[in-house]
């Protein structure tokens, strides 16, 4: 909660930064997206390291340097110092975020780790609105400090619960660590999500867009190239996204987080500048749509037993794809809150059905000893889909803004109508000064922002039905409660598998741990020599 929460934190104290700070535009976006670029850039090589030298040690690490750099961001004298407080924080996100994960599919036994795996993707995804919801809180109440006062706090929580409770665990290494794929795939990510967090800002063709692009491109593809060579010993195995499940969950996840950040990119915009409401009021109306998605992850894991991964991915996907589709339709400036309120239950729930069974697709599909990998591949498509989210649905917004705002603009003066191009608050703020044709002006900038509005929903909404065709004909083959009914009731005949040998790799805390299952022993036939 603590990571995704500060993803999106200080988006609502833009404003203030730049004040305290007298920075630019471009400074405080470079404040706000250089965590993410770290975080993304940094979770494969780091997941893999975690898995090598211990998942314990190296979740302790990264809550030290991520609380350690929060504080510092809180108590940041300048720009800069909270520019690389942000930066480090980054880092020790990415050491914490994959281990999270893989703590819970090394250690829960399978009856229970698709529980496990829905409260982790529930805390995930509700998370970032709920950060939202406490930044805009304390930003109204006190100051922008106040921001970093939480993820330290959870951080203290969570150390703490890690000492006591979490085993150690790690990879048997039988091979050199891949620093070429890590190095490459460093390269790759970072250019790869500058080229789509810059892209809007500074023009898709601009030289530095352009570089990052190019650069992204050809380490993307150098990665590929020399993980395949590595085939057993690589990074990231990429012959297994030939797998049903690596395949499907990765697609499944990077669409339904890039459709989750467009909508905010585009829900923000029409409660504050549409309806006229307050940062910390608008945080609040997204709350119901973020207890939903909580509430349908926890729910998954049994449909998934009941109904299988296909079904279960496909039902979450086909409800996320009809709440856009009742946003597109039901949007309006009349009818407020209430127009767009069932799509956003629709979709939190069907976010929550789908995400639960992707990711635990992602991470059945690695063994264990690379579970790290599996959690910081599922959490890169998470990064992934959301930046590509922002700025496809961001870009179809405001092309649909301005298409749509020409066509009202005719009989106001040039300055006003220059104005309104710009966005709706910029038109709001023009209408101010326009005396008496103020509102008229107003209102033809929120028209025409709820018009882009449904061009980019409905863009959504062909998006996912594509994503729901893939589902049904690609999804996992196997789902979770056929795979336990054969791991637990071997055919008559068959010996019992003997134990594993014990793990000079793995620690002494983890190697002493309860057996997680220990009925499942009394399901085995007899040894029949």
Avoid at 430 to 439: H, K, L, S, Y
Wanted: with cysteine; charged share 15%.
């Amino acid at each position: 909660m603590a990571v995704i929460a500060s993803v999106s934190g200080l988006n609502v104290a833009q404003s203030d930064l730049a004040v305290a700070f007298g920075a630019s535009q471009p400074t405080i976006l470079w404040i706000i997206n250089v965590y993410t670029l770290a975080l993304a850039a940094l979770l494969l090589p780091l997941g893999a390291i975690g898995d090598r030298l211990g998942r314990k040690p190296m979740l302790i690490g990264g809550l030290a340097v991520f609380g350690v750099a929060s504080a510092v961001a809180g108590l940041a004298p300048s720009a800069g110092v909270l520019l690389a407080a942000r930066l480090l924080s980054g880092v020790g996100a990415a050491m914490i975020m994959p281990i999270t994960l893989a703590v819970i599919t090394s250690t829960f036994p399978e009856r229970e780790r698709g529980r496990a795996i829905g409260v982790w993707t529930g805390v995930a995804g509700g998370g970032g609105i709920l950060g939202m919801f406490l930044s805009a809180a304390l930003v109204d109440v006190a100051s922008w400090r106040w921001l970093f006062v939480l993820p330290v706090a959870l951080v203290v929580v969570a150390l703490v619960m890690a000492v006591r409770s979490v085993p150690n665990s790690r990879e048997n290494k039988s091979h050199s660590f891949d620093t070429v794929g890590a190095l490459t795939s460093v390269v790759a990510v970072v250019g790869l999500i500058f080229t789509l967090q810059e892209g809007p800002e500074r023009g898709w063709t601009a030289p530095a867009t352009l570089t990052g692009l190019v650069v992204g491109l050809a380490s993307a593809v150098a990665f590929v190239a020399w993980e395949l060579r590595r085939r057993d010993a690589s990074l990231l195995d990429v012959r297994l996204f030939r797998e049903r499940g690596l395949a499907g969950g990765s697609i499944t996840l990077l669409v339904v987080f890039g459709v989750q950040a467009g909508i905010f990119v585009v829900l923000f915009p029409f409660l504050q500048s549409v309806l006229g409401w307050s940062g910390l009021l608008s945080t609040l109306a997204l709350m119901p749509m973020a207890l939903l998605m909580m509430a349908a992850s926890g729910l998954a894991p049994r449909l998934t037993e009941r109904a299988g991964a296909r079904s279960t991915m496909a039902t979450g996907v086909a409800l996320a794809g009809g709440g856009l589709a009742l946003m597109a339709g039901m949007v309006s400036v009349d009818g407020g809150y209430l127009s767009v309120l069932p799509g956003m239950l629709a979709m939190g729930t069907g976010m929550g059905l789908s995400m639960t069974p992707s990711t635990e697709a992602i991470t059945g599909t690695l063994p264990s000893g690379r579970q790290g990998v599996a959690s910081a591949l599922n959490d890169v498509t998470r990064e992934f889909g959301t930046a590509l989210g922002v700025a496809l649905l961001g870009a179809l917004l405001s092309a649909g803004c301005r298409n749509a705002v020409d066509d009202r603009l005719g009989s106001f003066p040039d300055d006003a109508a220059d104005a309104a191009r710009e966005g709706v608050a910029t038109a709001e703020r023009a209408a101010d000064g326009a005396g008496p044709d103020g509102p008229a002006l107003a209102h033809a900038a929120q028209q025409s922002f709820v018009d882009g509005w449904q061009q980019a929903m409905w863009a959504g909404v062909a998006v996912m039905a594509a994503v729901f065709a893939y589902v049904v004909t690609r999804g996992p083959k196997q789902d979770r409660s056929t795979a336990r009914e054969h791991a637990t009731e071997p055919p008559p005949g068959d010996k019992a598998p003997a134990p594993p040998e014990p793990d000079a790799d793995h620690d002494l805390d983890h190697d002493l741990a309860p057996d997680p299952d220990p009925d499942l022993r009394k399901l085995a036939p007899p040894h029949r020599g």
